[in-house]
């Protein structure tokens, strides 16, 4: 089912509705989603030439099927996925106070570059100037459960190089045009890595989000 929002309140009219993953919320140009707090994984979809600015602890999956452009605020947490935009749109996301010093910045970019999004970096605020940037700009080292991958191999007598390695990279090269079991090897591969066991959980059931988004994506194919 679509659901059009234009303000929070229909938002939230919307999750009262049940609106779930299953389901696309399809974003007003203007729209600020900014303190909103979203209880599930939501599809977001922005209209053609829009532009929505949310915190990046939103617990939303982002897909560009038009020319849009989406602000982004750091808030101390990285909830957002992204998946592939359709062929020929044009989309930006502009990153605004993500710590240079964080995984989070590199992790976030890697994929939205890999997509053909315009990646921008803002300083302070939304309404600064921004500067383009490329993935060799900034060169950090990822947060401990998802650098741990490397280390691990490393000390499993893969060659001494491999301890480099962090698990984007081995999901990139898993699933290259697959966002959705991507996020699944994501959220699996720091599984009780990151935060109590509440997380835990929560890690799982968006695995298992993720995991039935490619399970519907393969059988539409079929059809």
């Not at 044009?90 to 995984?103: C, F, H, I, K, M």
């Not at 996020?183 to 890595?193: A, D, I, P, Q, S």
């Amino acid at each position: 089912m679509d659901y059009y929002v234009a303000s929070v309140d229909q938002l939230n009219e919307a999750i009262d509705d049940g609106a779930d993953f299953a389901d696309y919320i399809r974003l007003q140009d203007g729209i600020d989603l900014t303190g909103v707090n979203v209880p599930r994984d939501l599809d977001f979809r922005i209209v053609k030439g829009g532009h929505v600015t949310v915190d990046s602890s939103l617990s939303a999956w982002f897909v560009f099927e038009r020319d849009c452009s989406l602000t982004v605020i750091w808030d101390g947490v990285y909830a957002l996925s992204f998946g592939e935009p359709y062929s020929g749109v044009s989309a930006s996301v502009r990153l605004v106070g993500w710590p240079e010093d964080g995984g989070e910045l590199h992790a976030l970019r890697e994929i939205l570059e890999r997509y053909g999004v315009t990646v921008l970096v803002g300083e302070d605020d939304a309404h600064r100037p921004c500067e383009r940037v490329t993935l060799s700009d900034i060169q950090v080292s990822g947060p401990p459960h998802y650098v741990w991958l490397g280390e691990a191999l490393a000390a499993n007598g893969a060659p001494e190089n491999t301890k480099d390695l962090q698990s984007w990279d081995l999901l990139d090269a898993l699933f290259p045009d697959n966002p959705h079991l991507w996020n699944v090897g994501k959220y699996l591969t720091r599984f009780g890595r990151k935060g109590d066991a509440s997380k835990r959980l929560e890690d799982l059931r968006k695995a298992a989000a993720y995991l039935e988004r490619a399970i519907k994506a393969e059988e539409r194919n079929a059809d």
